[in-house]
DNA sequence: TTAGGGTTAG
């Protein structure tokens, strides 16, 4: 009986590793079973760590097995699945007789555990050896290649394959292919593939993913067309290839993948996981959730990946109770520990308002990275807890991690939107001096806000003058929105102007300056604009209010009334309305001073989106049930102090997530203190 | 043996 047969006969009996292992010790009693078909088998079977080590020594305890080569390899492709390279680097060392597979093992396990210096190295070491490279060597050294951007060591294993007659092989056409497309050689990987004497779908897709990664979306639709008039069927590999072009994109381009989808990935699950992020990387991310629940009708299990990508979705759309959902199955399921997935449910929970949520996820994570830290950061931002983001930041310095770009952009923020400008002045400066970060456009906007904001508008002003690049929409923007704040005409008619130039479609950008010229009573000035922004078309964006009720997420417009309540939700704004006069509430009915951020100019305030909301949640929940909204513009003046006179009123905690912020509204009084 | 899917700000 050959030793195949042995093993495949043995299998049928012991179905798991933990099953042949306690075989194990009988086996060496038992002349019959042989501890080599025993311990080989376990090694197939993906043993984790324990396991490993308990084979490992049994080897090495026999001299008989520890000169087995079949063995040896099985040991250290294992290891290296365990991410344990140094071990497999160990028993390499040991063998005594090396040949060119035990070289390939190497190489690979260095390569997939992303040591790619260590992977050319032992290539290097081939020569001492008088081994010579074959087609298993070069698909993994140009991995190498590609993974340290060493594209000159790449082309010269390029000529070691042309000369060695090796381009004709299919894995190694494949490899070069891959490895140009990642270093942005694209015309060269194009090359190869158009010369390759055969291709499978493997060789497409690494084109398809060249192109990809280097934006050229239609390039890579393209090959997809040519893949299919070849007879080869795109997959879900295709569709993962894709990925990179169609973040952001236009919609026709999210509408073909959605086809691929449709035609070629619906029985696989990496298919719907890609296309879930399609949806969330192009800010649909109601599309995302929908797509998630079909998936889970067609009775397909999420991995870590897909709620890793759909919990962002949750975020935006402030889905609370589908992003609890999530966190219960993780918690089933036990997909923890993983780094993104809790990173992505920190943010999700802090996207939701839920701070201490999101700060048990955080203070669970057995390991974190500068992004967990940075959600957290930013967590406290959103909030107008300035004061715990500053503290959190000085443990994220102290915690041995440096802090990226990113992160001082969450540090910042928080410094603005909680009025912290001395912290925010110091977190700017060692960011330059200590961490030697270049500042981006973004860090200044953040300056230029925090320090706005404060009131010193013309320390901001000069700021602006001195930056290293040209000021863009974002800077002029927190300008002018701090020259509203602080009633400041002169700089804010700079601003305005650069902004009319740099966007002049924008709507809200004239209304702020009408508000500078309202609060300056030059009332000929603010129907100037309006003119203007009549006679160019100039509309602002219709505000949105979305509140989660029963599981849904509703939407409203300024005076909504297409819900099939609406009756009830007007005649429950009225008693409201009624309530917060007799607290002292009047309506701010001058349009130009109240005309902040708000929707059309012909509707009255207490029809605004967010009342609307907030008059929905209150009808359709139990008293004291905590409502939550989302705007997707800013919230205006007059529904700030309604919303907090209704949690007065109501006994009701009214959480508004705008585009800035979040405002946590209880007992009559805002997390925001009123500075926003 | 080869490709390919995930998290953070503004």
Not at 600 to 605: A, E, R, S, T, V
Not at 637 to 647: E, N, P, T
Request: with cysteine; charged share 20%.
């Amino acid at each position: 009986m050959t030793a195949v047969a042995k093993s495949n006969r043995l299998s049928r009996h012991f179905s798991t590793a933990h099953q042949y292992l306690q075989t194990l010790a009988s086996s060496f009693r038992n002349p019959n079973l042989l501890a080599e078909d025993l311990l080989s088998k376990v090694l197939d079977e993906d043993p984790g760590i324990k396991t490993l080590e308990k084979v490992h020594s049994k080897v090495i305890s026999d001299q008989n097995l520890c000169s087995n080569p079949s063995l040896a390899i099985k040991l250290m492709r294992a290891y290296s699945a365990c991410g344990q390279p140094n071990v497999t680097r160990h028993i390499f060392d040991e063998i005594a007789e090396l040949n060119i597979v035990f070289f390939n093992v190497m190489i690979r396990s260095y390569v997939n555990n992303h040591l790619y210096r260590e992977a050319l190295l032992v290539y290097q070491n081939l020569h001492n050896y008088n081994i010579s490279p074959d087609h298993y060597t070069f698909p993994c050294v140009l991995k190498a290649c590609s993974g340290s951007g060493n594209l000159r060591v790449g082309f010269q294993f390029h000529a070691v394959v042309v000369k060695k007659g090796l381009d004709s092989n299919l894995y190694v056409g494949n490899g070069l292919v891959a490895m140009y497309g990642k270093c942005d050689i694209i015309a060269d990987a194009r090359k190869v593939l158009d010369e390759m004497p055969k291709r499978d779908v493997v060789s497409w897709n690494s084109m398809v993913a060249g192109y990809a990664r280097n934006g050229r979306f239609n390039d890579a639709l393209d090959v997809c067309k040519i893949m299919l008039s070849s007879g080869f069927k795109p997959d879900a590999g295709t569709m993962a290839s894709l990925l990179p072009a169609v973040t952001n994109t236009s919609s026709d381009d999210v509408v073909f993948v959605k086809y691929m989808f449709e035609n070629y990935g619906r029985e696989c699950l990496v298919s719907w996981n890609v296309m879930i992020a399609v949806y969330v990387n192009n800010s649909m991310p109601a599309q995302a959730v929908e797509l998630y629940s079909q998936m889970q009708a067609c009775g397909i299990e999420p991995d870590a990946i897909t709620l890793s990508s759909l919990l962002p979705a949750c975020g935006d759309l402030s889905a609370l109770l589908l992003g609890r959902r999530i966190h219960e199955y993780v918690e089933r399921n036990r997909l923890r520990p993983n780094l993104l997935l809790e990173n992505a449910l920190v943010d999700m929970y802090a996207k939701c308002g839920c701070l201490s949520d999101a700060r048990e996820v955080f203070d669970g994570m057995e390991i974190r990275d500068v992004v967990s830290w940075t959600s957290m950061i930013s967590a406290y931002g959103m909030s107008g807890q300035g004061h715990n983001a500053v503290k959190l930041f000085s443990e994220l310095k102290d915690s041995g991690l440096n802090p990226d770009s990113i992160a001082f952009v969450s540090i910042l923020s928080a410094c603005s939107h909680a009025g912290l400008l001395d912290e925010g002045r110091f977190c700017f400066k060692i960011m330059t001096k200590e961490y030697r970060i270049v500042p981006r456009i973004e860090h200044f906007a953040c300056m230029v806000d925090l320090l706005g904001r404060a009131g010193k508008l013309n320390e901001a002003y000069s700021f602006v003058l001195s930056m290293p690049m040209e000021p863009n929409e974002r800077i002029w923007g927190a300008l002018l929105s701090a020259c509203r704040i602080h009633s400041n005409m002169d700089i804010g008619l700079v601003a305005a102007d650069h902004l009319f130039q740099l966007a002049p479609e924008q709507g809200g950008y004239y209304v702020l300056l009408s508000n500078i010229y309202a609060k300056a009573a030059r009332w000929e000035d603010v129907t100037t604009i309006r003119s203007i922004m009549k006679v160019r078309g100039i509309k602002k964006m219709p505000g949105v209010s979305n509140v989660e009720v029963n599981n849904r997420v509703y939407n409203f417009l300024a005076g909504d009334q297409s819900h099939p309540q609406s009756k009830e939700i007007y005649e429950e704004l009225d008693v409201l309305v009624g309530k917060m006069k007799e607290a002292g509430y009047a309506p701010e009915t001058d349009s130009a001073l109240h005309d902040l951020e708000e929707e059309d100019k012909g509707i009255h305030l207490t029809v605004h989106s967010e009342k609307l909301a907030i008059a929905f949640a209150i009808i359709s929940t139990k008293p004291l049930t905590p409502i939550r909204i989302t705007k997707n513009l800013r919230v205006c003046g007059d529904c700030h102090v309604a919303a907090k006179l209704i949690s007065k009123i109501t006994g009701r905690e009214i959480m508004v997530r705008d585009t800035n912020r979040f405002h946590h509204i209880q007992n009559g009084l805002c997390s925001c203190g009123d500075y926003w």
